[in-house]
Structure formats: C-alpha cells, structure tokens
C-alpha cells in the first residue's frame, strides 16, 4: 500500500511539472505570435494575433491550475 501511494505521489509531481512546462511554453509561444502577428497585413496578422492570444491565454490557465493543485496537495 505504501509503494503505491508513492508511486501516486510521484506521478502527480510530474504532472505538475510537465503542466509547468508547457504553460510556459504556451506563454512564450503567444508571445513570440503576437509580435509576428504585428508585422503581418490584413487578417492574417489579425488571424496570428487572435491565435497568439489563444496560447498566451492558455499559458496562464495552465500555470494557474498547476498553482491551485500544488497548494491543495499540500
């Protein structure tokens, strides 16, 4: 019983890592799209910029329920 609660432990700290890392990921990802979304003409750049927003967004939800779930698992 106590190898598999380490075991539950352990891959629910890796969750949080791997959410981590692709909320950043995500982040940066809008960002660098928002910024190539400015230099483009017409709807596409519009196009660009509301799918950057669409990642940048999902960053910060991603970094904000990794956040919620390490302060209850606590």
Known sequence: MCKQTFSFQHQ???LFKEMKVVGILLIILGVIGIAIGLMMFG?????CIVGALAALLSGFGFLSVNNKLNSSES
Not at 43 to 47: E, F, L, M, N, T
Request: charged content about 10%; hydrophobic content about 50%; overall charge negative.
């Open 12 to 14: 629910l700290s890796h």
């Open 43 to 47: 709807d596409i750049g519009v196009a």
